[in-house]
């Protein structure tokens, strides 16, 4: 039984030159190919519009793909991806969408081997076997071709993402300083941030758990899933951001945000109008944020906080109050101070009731009483008394916004850990 011939070196070499001779005379014709396969494109890719890419940038950019593609065939010059990439990062920039111009590939492709075969089959310069070399290699070649338009398509992509984060970090950073710009650049700003024009807008300040890390990460997403678009810039210390409110709605949803990511501090602004005011909102943001407790993850927002807003307000001036009420109950142990100040907090927080508060502390109610009444002995204000009660509330609520110096006792636990 006779075996098939195998295709030896001569016939490899035989088929090679048949394939760039086929490849030459087609590259005679190049400005026509790049044409026909131009007006394909157009007609097999409704998303390829004029406005988008010009008749003269897709003759060129076909011209450039044929060309690269048939001299690669010849074995003249290797295959330039590079060209390929240039091709991908301008319709990048042109915001052709990826499948967009992946639809024009492949039906410029398809056009690509229909001109090879064709003109195979009429000039009879090679045959079937040639041709499925042929296909073998132009394959291979054009695979070459879209991988270097999809990487520089990538590039560029990458490229003008981080050219607008950072470009919408610097105007972030513009309006958080206050400087004042004209009704064309606070529109420009708008703009270029994807929020309105128009307010109201707040302002969040967010303690960060460390320098160079996120106080909220991904809120941005977070918080366009429902609806509120919003733009941050993060400082050594702080993590600012610029909210739009666009329904009432949307300053509960902000802050249950806030209180679900947080790992510090918190403070939300009074609401504004006029984007040219974000300076002064972020004032008040921070004195809002500096009115939660130092040692949590309170959400403060500005104008549901008066109390904590008015003590953040001055502190060098509460922190003298702090130390005239609470002086007395400072300088007790560790945990009786702990115990007394937080029976205070709670009874606070419970509207003056022994009873709500004890519920909460877990303990009776006479038990309350009693911690109450050495809170009064030893300060001197009644818990009876307006004016008492209002300088006790005042200087816990200076004690809770000021972060407590580690204990001899914690640092060794830290040293020996």
């Known amino acids: 039984m006779e075996q098939a011939p195998v295709i030896g070196e001569p016939e490899k070499t035989l088929v090679d030159k048949e394939i760039r001779a086929l490849a030459t005379v087609l590259l005679e014709r190049v400005g026509e190919l790049a044409k026909e396969m131009a007006a394909r494109i157009r007609a097999g890719s409704r998303e390829y519009h004029y406005d988008a890419v010009p008749e003269e940038d897709l003759e060129e950019a076909c011209r450039t793909h044929v060309g690269n593609a048939l001299q690669a065939l010849t074995g003249q010059v290797p295959l330039d991806t590079e060209a390929a990439a240039a091709i991908g990062r301008r319709r990048a920039r042109q915001n052709v969408p990826l499948p967009t111009v992946m639809t024009a590939y492949r039906v410029g492709v398809r056009y690509f081997w229909e001109s090879v075969v064709t003109e195979a089959t009429t000039t009879a310069l090679v045959g079937n076997d040639v041709l499925v070399a042929a296909a073998t290699a132009m394959w291979e070649i054009q695979d070459g071709i879209t991988e270097g338009m999809v990487s520089g398509y990538h590039d560029e992509v990458a490229r003008r993402l981080l050219v607008g984060d950072q470009e919408r970090s610097a105007l972030v950073e513009a309006l958080l300083e206050g400087r004042s710009m004209d009704a064309d650049a606070v529109w420009s700003a708008a703009e270029v941030l994807r929020v309105p024009h128009g307010g109201p807008f707040a302002v969040v300040a967010a303690e960060v758990p460390g320098i160079g890390r996120q106080a909220l990460p991904d809120v941005t997403a977070l918080l366009t899933r429902r609806g509120i678009r919003s733009a941050w810039r993060l400082r050594p210390d702080l993590q600012l951001g610029i909210v739009h409110l666009r329904t009432p709605r949307d300053l509960p949803d902000l802050v249950e945000v806030l209180r679900d990511h947080a790992e510090r501090r918190v403070g939300v602004s009074p609401s ?22 130092a040692e949590s993850s309170a959400v403060t927002v500005f104008d549901d906080s008066p109390l904590a807003v008015a003590t953040a307000g001055a502190p060098d001036v509460m922190a003298r109050v702090a130390a005239r009420v609470l002086g007395p109950i400072e300088a007790l142990p560790a945990d009786e101070r702990a115990l007394l100040l937080d029976t205070l907090d709670v009874w606070f927080d419970c509207g003056g009731s022994a009873e709500e508060a004890a519920k909460q502390l877990y303990v009776h109610p006479n038990t309350v009483r009693t911690r109450l009444r050495r809170i009064a002995e030893r300060t001197g204000r009644s818990l009876t008394d307006p004016r008492g009660i209002t300088e006790l509330a005042l200087a816990l609520r200076a004690v809770r916004q000021t972060p407590r110096p580690p204990t001899p006792e914690s640092t060794d636990d830290t040293r020996n850990s």
């Open 272 to 293: 504004y109008d006029d984007l040219n005011r974000t300076g002064d909102a972020l004032r008040f943001a921070k004195v809002a944020m500096r009115g939660g407790d």
